[in-house]
């Protein structure tokens, strides 16, 4: 079946420095990948959309500066978190949506939890 | 706007039915997943319907009515095992195809 990672799986890293956060398909290709932030005890929220080779569209209320997207490659996309601060702490999920697929079934990534101290 | 609204909570004993309920009102529509999600890990998919009815799966069905922007997932043969979040999602048109999710229901089995 279709498997999405995410590295790191968690990250602490210290206020006011920077962290990149990776999502792969292992074993298809990917136009599409979604980030996700998901705090405690709250439902997931689309951060921002990346599609192969072309900017990202990021949702309302997401700062472009601040959450850098990258997805360079069609089996490879990153998240930057640029001068991170204790209220970025989440739990970050990525997803991406198959190439081929019929099913317009997102799979989804483990997630990566950030801690900034 | 988009608006996707569960129960915040709920509590089932092992062996039971719950049903979970979604109402949905958003600017298109694309289809309607249901997920699963144990605490501190990803969300697993459990369904889709775009078309109105029923969805069986085991031990897992999802109905839809698009007329009525409704939506409920069916868990029979309740085990402890499926305590967790289970969030209504609703994918918008066109080529991106996000989807909007709800703010997710805990459902909690008890013995």
């Known amino acids: 079946g279709a498997v999405v990672s995410q590295h790191p799986s968690w990250v602490i890293c210290k206020s006011g420095t920077s962290v990149k956060i990776e999502c792969r398909s292992l074993?298809?290709?990917?136009?599409?990948m979604f980030w996700y932030r998901q705090f405690p005890k709250q439902s997931l929220m689309l951060m921002a959309t990346?599609?192969?080779?072309?900017?990202?569209?990021?949702e309302q209320g997401v700062e472009k500066d601040k959450f850098l997207i990258n997805h360079a490659s069609l089996t490879l996309s990153t998240l930057t978190v640029t001068s991170a601060h204790p209220e970025d702490s989440s739990f970050y999920i990525c997803?991406?949506?198959?190439?081929?697929?019929?099913?317009?079934?997102?799979?989804f990534g483990p997630g990566t939890r950030l801690t900034v101290t | 706007g988009q608006n996707i609204d569960q129960p915040t909570e709920m509590t089932a004993t092992e062996g039971a039915i719950v049903q979970i309920n979604c109402t949905y009102q958003?600017?298109?529509?694309?289809?309607l997943f249901w997920y699963q999600q144990h605490a501190g890990e990803a969300p697993t998919f459990l369904s889709y319907?775009?078309?109105?009815g029923l969805e069986e799966k085991g031990r897992f069905s999802s109905f839809l009515s698009r007329s009525k922007g409704y939506s409920y997932l069916l868990l029979k043969e309740l085990q402890m095992k499926d305590s967790a979040s289970y969030l209504c999602?609703?994918?918008?048109?066109?080529?991106?195809?996000?989807?909007?999710f709800g703010q997710g229901t805990t459902l909690q089995v008890k013995p």
């Open positions: 958003t600017s298109g529509f694309n289809g």
């Open positions: 999602a609703v994918r918008t048109p066109g080529n991106t195809g996000k989807l909007i």
């Open positions: 997803s991406a949506r198959e190439l081929a697929g019929g099913t317009y079934e997102q799979y």
């Open positions: 074993d298809f290709q990917a136009t599409t």
């Open positions: 990346s599609n192969e080779g072309s900017k990202a569209t990021y």
């Open positions: 319907n775009v078309l109105d």
